[in-house]
């Protein structure tokens, strides 16, 4: 077994002790509502939730995924979740205002403020209890198995082992998640992202001075070309070397996916654990600027040092086979790192784990307690008066911990077992995100139009895998065909379902539309003053200004100043711009 140092020991103790320590300090502030548990009370700052989503979508299984995608296809492997950030600005300019004028607790409570009907209530319960407790005690499932194996290699331990370990951090999370609520976690989120940060960038600096690397010149000189390249190449897609795509796989990334493909955390126009971030902000600018800063972080900062990791690893463990690939980042860490240093790392783990867990438990909770407890079990009018009603709601919110963590667990044992049919499932997502976005502008769509969309995938998608793939053949997978295919019909579902079921009723429409103000025209209400083509500006600036400064960095780290420059002064031509249209609206 790999021993740590006394320092490095110490290290990790004291870390658990201040995130604990943090939210005995804010238990106070929890107790009091719904909106103070789940929202933090709705009025923190823009940084502090900008960086606690960026902890969030931190996960300790991500640096690996990332290191296994650079020893696929090289820096360009990156691009599948890059192409990510067109969507991210999209919710930034256009929907985190909205969200914080919608005045809700959770994203399926929205369902009932824009819709009505019976449709509306079943749709609110279901995405509870569907999004809440199922798809959240996969996605938790899938995080601890990371940590699990980052224990393992770290180390050496037997898997059974490590499980026992990573549960004992799972009920340390779920005690400090449940003590302080959503304050508490997103101010330990923003000291686990300092951690974390710190951690990986001092990672990286060390690997890199290794002898075997010989600096950032002498890595450079011992990498193919290939891998290196920033940007993925029109071609015949390869299981190694530089991303390709056919020219349809091309065109499905990077005009259709992004905003009409649903995905846990970079759901179009918000959504989840993002859009309760954008509800917990003071104002309706806070929400924005916290969503601006959690991109730029998120794509154009976090990543560098985990590619530069990643490559170094490739060359200290050639003989990595590249569906192993990810535990070469946990090697590095274990084989490299002095003693202090390491115990650092393995916090910064930690941290990544903790503040991605104990944000899935609040959020799931959240959906729990407010749109399946409160909505349809023990409404408000069955308590004596308000305040004993959300006592017992935030009494329930602490007890739905305890049961998304057992839920977590049994997961966690069965994830080899699930894990396609989850994969599925998220792939169904395909078609819903236009559904996302209109249903917020357009008063035509209903309650019925989003169930289809969100149930008229599943059949769709496991037609194009059993019939379609094997019949068409290589070209039409390579062409991303059943993406194509999901997204048209299921566009054609909705509209059709939309077309032949009755409207929202006017009063909910009228309520809505003056609630959250998001323009363009409303029946009952008539024309409401709208800025899509301001707010479409403010998002190329934004898009520019996110793949500037990601690629500015990238560029520079590489010591390719010429390119490094070029794409610097466009970040800040973009950013300049975007701050003086920002200025007239503020005027």
């Known amino acids: 077994m790999f021993a740590m140092s006394t320092i490095d020991w110490w290290i990790v103790v ?112 279901f995405k509870a209890l569907y999004l809440g407790l199922f798809l959240n005690a996969i996605i938790m499932g899938w995080v601890n198995l990371a940590m699990m194996r980052i224990l393992e290699v770290f180390f050496d331990l037997s898997p059974d082992t490590a499980f026992l370990l990573t549960m004992a951090i799972l009920i340390l999370v779920a005690l400090y998640a449940s003590i302080a609520g959503l304050a508490g976690i997103v101010y330990t989120d923003t000291i686990q992202f300092f951690i974390a940060m710190g951690g990986s960038i001092a990672l990286a600096w060390i690997v890199i001075q290794q002898p075997e690397i010989g600096g950032m010149a002498g890595m450079i000189a011992q990498l193919p070309e290939w891998r290196l390249d920033f940007f993925p190449k029109i071609g015949n897609n390869a299981d190694v070397g530089t991303f390709s795509l056919s020219l349809g796989a091309f065109l499905s990334y990077f005009i259709l996916q992004w905003w009409n493909a649903w995905y846990p955390g970079a759901e179009p126009g918000g959504g989840g654990y993002i859009a309760q971030r954008m509800m917990s902000a003071k104002d309706e600018d806070q929400a924005l600027y916290s969503v601006l800063f959690f991109q730029i ?53 930690i941290s990544a784990y903790m503040s991605t867990i104990s944000t899935q438990i609040n959020w799931g909770a959240s959906y729990l307690v407010n749109d399946l407890y409160a909505r349809f079990i023990k409404p408000e009018n069955t308590f004596s008066n308000q305040k004993s009603a959300e006592k017992n709601y935030v009494l329930a919110g602490r007890f739905s911990s305890l049961i998304l963590i057992i839920a977590a667990g049994l997961v966690t044992t069965q994830i080899s077992s699930i894990d396609q049919a989850a994969q599925f499932l998220i792939a169904c997502g395909a078609g819903l995100g236009s559904v996302l976005i209109l249903r917020w502008y357009w008063w035509r769509i209903n309650a019925w139009t989003e169930i289809a969309a969100t149930v008229f995938p599943v059949p769709v998608l496991l037609f194009c895998t059993v019939y379609l793939e094997p019949y068409f053949g290589e070209g039409f997978v390579q062409n991303n065909g059943t993406f194509y295919v999901v997204v048209g019909s299921t566009i054609l579902c909705w509209l059709l379902v939309t077309l032949i079921t009755p409207p929202t009723q006017l009063g909910v429409l009228k309520q809505y539309a003056l609630r959250v103000r998001p323009g363009g025209y409303w029946p009952g209400v008539g024309m409401q003053e709208h800025h899509f083509g301001r707010e479409s500006l403010r998002w190329l600036y934004a898009v520019i200004l996110g793949y500037g400064c990601l690629f500015a960095l990238g560029y520079f780290i590489f010591l390719q100043y010429t390119n490094a420059l070029l794409w610097g002064v466009g970040a800040l031509l973009a950013g300049v711009l975007l701050i003086k249209s920002n200025a007239k609206i503020s005027k």
Not at 98 to 123: D, H, M, N, Q
Request: hydrophobic share 50%; aromatic share 16%.
């Open 297 to 349: 972080l998120h794509y154009a900062i976090r990543p560098w040092p985990w590619i530069i990791v990643g490559l170094a690893s490739l060359l200290l463990y050639p003989e990595l086979p590249v569906e192993l690939s990810g535990k070469g980042f946990v090697m590095v860490m274990r084989d490299y790192l002095p003693n202090g240093l390491r115990g650092l790392l393995l916090v910064a783990f």
């Open 14 to 125: 004291l870390s658990l002790s201040l995130f604990l320590g943090i939210n005995l300090f804010l238990r106070k502030k929890a107790g009091k509502d719904r909106k103070s548990f789940f929202l933090g009370g709705g009025n923190m700052p823009w940084y502090v939730l900008g960086l606690s989503m960026v902890a969030t979508t931190f996960a300790a299984d991500t640096p690996l995924w990332v290191t296994e995608k650079i020893a696929q296809h090289g820096i360009s492997g990156n691009w599948l979740w890059w192409n990510m950030m067109m969507g991210g600005m999209l919710t930034t300019f256009f929907f985190a205002r909205l969200w914080k004028r919608a005045g809700i607790l959770t994203e399926p409570e929205f369902i009932e403020l824009r819709y009505s009907g019976v449709g509306a209530r079943w749709l609110r319960g």
